[in-house]
């Protein structure tokens, strides 16, 4: 090693605590980081990588980083290259395997090239759903494709799909549902096209049984590591074993409870059993989260103690605001909150690029990329914008080809025909597939907003609605390249954000099925959890308790999660949750749910509102809830007293000053007489 290599790879340990150095310097062999939330998961298998380039371990084109999305894998191809690797190859499973499959096809299939990829498996399958026999006819396309995709992601062809399947409840019978997968396996082949799934299938099938392909693609890549190994599939752990062959330098990391794949055949088990599939492997747990303050960590602790763990992420930074979780009357008032908290943060200093609303469904984006429209906030929408989602298109290309001169209500009733002939639409149907709940829940807000538009014009015409979504697709491509992020919770794995809003953590949105239990509703905490654990600094959870639902407003329960996150009912604000206790950072997280029932900090609210009233501007700017809350917290006894609490600079005493007193002092002994 020379001495300038000497200094690189030093440098590359330099900020690393021991067990993360330990899991860098472990460049042979099996090595598994099972680890929690912003431990430094990532960031170790990039150093790792950089470690053994610089150290001559492996060369830099031979080495290979599995990420779980495209923006993963750009996102870890440029950190290499800030640390000086510009040859290191970071792709998806997908990517990887499609590159092989490019790259061999022709020869093995006499100069043919690669089949075209279907976009969606919808195409060939609803002609073969339509002639289905008796009512099959008309079961979602979208069910029997998630279902088709579960059988593929487990290596179940059609011939053994019946016995693998039985037990399972599938959309149709099992003996119809196995012949319908054969005839779709056969039609896609006619028309010379792959699917997704294909991608990986044709490269396992590829890899075992040409003994050429799998010695050539052994060694190009021949060292490997794959982040987010929790929500690995069988078919891509195949895969992985294919392509590491009889040699063993694999490095996976990953987070159990972060598993929120399973419904595309991800299993955590993968992960927790590796050390018994891969002998000699090295397991490194890393602990302390680097990533998010104290008052973030406790609301994911308690998430997952209410789940039955008992393991903790242990916070390295110093505490931050408080997290909130806000209860709202109805969800225009939780979106006017919401971009009066992006506001308050911009205002504080946090960069638009730095924070970020996650949802349950794409489908939720779209109330909230109104909202920030509305109020002038820039956004993007990171993933596939909600008129530019293929089901979206294609439900439009429905009204637009196919539905005649109905005007009002019943040009509502007939595109609700069309779309149940044409893509199996149910309305109000909750027992479905992940994908066609998005499909059904891209529907129905199609016809909410439809809903939103007879309202003003009771005669509209299919024209109108045309028109009235042209209009808002263009707002939303409108939507800056820079600014607030909105994004489902699925994309958001691996990220982290200086701000993070949750908003609508009600029953049916998360979990995203009410009647969710065993395993699926597992899966929709560790959603939350994952959410949860993207903040670093500002955290602001919320639900309303009436929203529109397919255009008819309806009551909401807030979600069961947020039962665990609220500490026990008490009485004053002015209290340390129970996990601070032994906590060394004397930090205090206060709900604001909790503390809206506290009287005296609804008579600040109803003061603050007042005052807001009379002055002509918004809640926000005479006192966040935070402010509010800290007030109370130090019930100040004097004016010079209230300067000193935090979000209370002299301008504000002098303006609000004796009116806060003032409702301080009427509402003092409330809390006690209550
Ligand atoms: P997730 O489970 O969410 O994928 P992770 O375990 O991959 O998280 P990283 O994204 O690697 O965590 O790290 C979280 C944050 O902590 C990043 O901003 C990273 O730069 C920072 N970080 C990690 N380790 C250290 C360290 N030793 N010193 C300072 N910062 C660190
Ligand atoms: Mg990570």
């Not at 001559?56 to 191809?77: I, S, Y």
């Not at 992985?240 to 330098?249: I, N, Q, S, T």
């Not at 609700?416 to 309305?427: C, H, K, P, Q």
């Not at 947020?562 to 601070?580: E, I, K, N, S």
């Amino acid at each position: 090693m020379s001495q300038s290599t000497v200094s690189v790879a030093d440098e590359l340990l330099a900020d690393l605590n021991d067990a993360q150095r330990a899991a860098v310097l472990a460049t042979h062999g099996p090595v598994a980081i099972r680890a929690r939330a912003g431990t430094g998961k990532t960031r170790v298998i990039t150093r790792r990588t950089a470690y053994a380039i610089s150290t001559g371990v492996v060369p830099a084109d031979q080495a290979l980083v599995v990420t779980f999305t495209d923006k993963a894998a750009n996102e870890m191809v440029e950190r290499l290259r800030r640390l000086g690797l510009p040859d290191v190859t970071a792709r998806t499973f997908h990517a990887h395997a499609l590159s092989q499959l490019r790259h061999f096809w022709p020869s093995r299939h006499d100069g043919r090239p690669l089949p075209e990829i279907l976009d969606s498996k919808l195409g060939l399958l609803v002609p073969l759903v339509r002639r289905l026999p008796g009512h099959y006819r008309f079961t979602a396309a979208k069910d029997v494709a998630d279902e088709i995709e579960w059988a593929k992601n487990r290596r179940i062809a059609p011939d053994a799909y019946e016995p693998a399947a039985a037990g399972r409840s599938t959309p149709i019978p099992v003996d119809l549902m196995a012949r319908l997968y054969r005839d779709y396996e056969r039609a896609k082949t006619r028309a010379d096209r792959l699917d997704f799934d294909d991608m990986l299938t044709r490269t396992v099938e590829l890899l075992e049984t040409d003994d050429e392909a799998a010695e050539t693609v052994r060694s190009r890549k021949r060292w490997i590591s794959v982040d987010e190994y929790q929500d690995t599939n069988p078919l891509q752990e195949r895969l992985l074993e294919l392509w590491l062959g009889d040699r063993a330098d694999l490095c996976v990391v990953g987070d159990e409870d972060q598993t929120i794949y399973t419904f595309a055949g991800a299993t955590p088990s993968l992960l927790t059993s590796f050390a018994d599939r891969y002998p000699g492997a090295r397991t490194i747990d890393l602990t302390e989260n680097y990533r998010s303050t104290p008052q973030i960590l406790d609301l994911a602790n308690r998430l997952l103690a209410g789940d039955g763990r008992t393991k903790r992420l242990v916070a390295t930074r110093g505490p931050g605001p408080v997290a909130t979780i806000d209860r709202h009357p109805h969800a225009e008032a939780e979106l006017d909150a919401v971009t009066a908290r992006m506001r308050g943060f911009i205002g504080d200093g946090v960069a638009p690029a730095e924070i970020a609303v996650l949802v349950r469904t794409n489908a939720q984006l779209v109330p909230v990329e109104e909202a920030l429209t509305r109020a002038g906030v820039a956004y993007r929408v990171r993933g596939t914008r909600f008129y530019d989602r293929p089901e979206v298109r294609g439900a439009i290309e429905i009204v637009r080809r196919s539905v005649g001169d109905a005007t009002g209500p019943a040009l509502a009733t007939a595109i609700v025909a069309r779309w149940r002939d044409e893509l199996g639409y149910r309305d109000g149907d909750t027992d479905r597939g992940p994908e066609t709940r998005e499909r059904a829940a891209a529907l129905d807000t199609l016809l909410g907003i439809l809903e939103t538009l007879l309202q003003s014009e009771p005669a509209a015409d299919r024209a109108a609605f045309l028109a009235e979504l042209d209009r808002r697709r263009a707002d939303e491509r409108d939507g800056a390249a820079e600014g607030v992020n909105l994004l489902t919770l699925h994309r958001a794995k691996g990220l982290e954000w200086d701000a993070v809003l949750l908003p609508m953590l009600e029953e049916g949105s998360l979990p995203v099925r009410s009647s969710a239990e065993g395993e699926a509703l597992a899966e929709e905490r560790r959603l939350l959890y994952v959410g949860i654990t993207r903040a670093r600094r500002h955290l602001a959870l919320s639900w309303a308790e009436r929203r529109d639902v397919r255009g008819k407003e309806a009551r909401r329960r807030r979600s069961r999660f947020l039962d665990d996150l609220l500490p026990p009912p008490r009485r004053h604000v002015v209290q340390l949750p129970d996990a601070f206790e032994a906590h060394p950072v004397r930090a205090r997280t206060t709900a604001v749910e909790e503390a809206a029932v506290d009287p005296r900090f609804v008579a600040l609210r109803e003061w603050r509102a007042n005052r807001a009233r009379a002055d002509g501007v918004p809640a926000y700017v005479v006192a966040h809830d935070q402010t509010l809350i800290a007030i109370l917290d130090a019930d100040p006894r004097s004016l010079a007293a209230l300067r000193r609490v935090r979000g209370m600079g002299p301008a504000k005493v002098d303006r609000y000053g004796p009116e806060i007193m003032d409702v301080l002092d009427r509402t003092r002994s409330a809390p006690e007489d209550s």
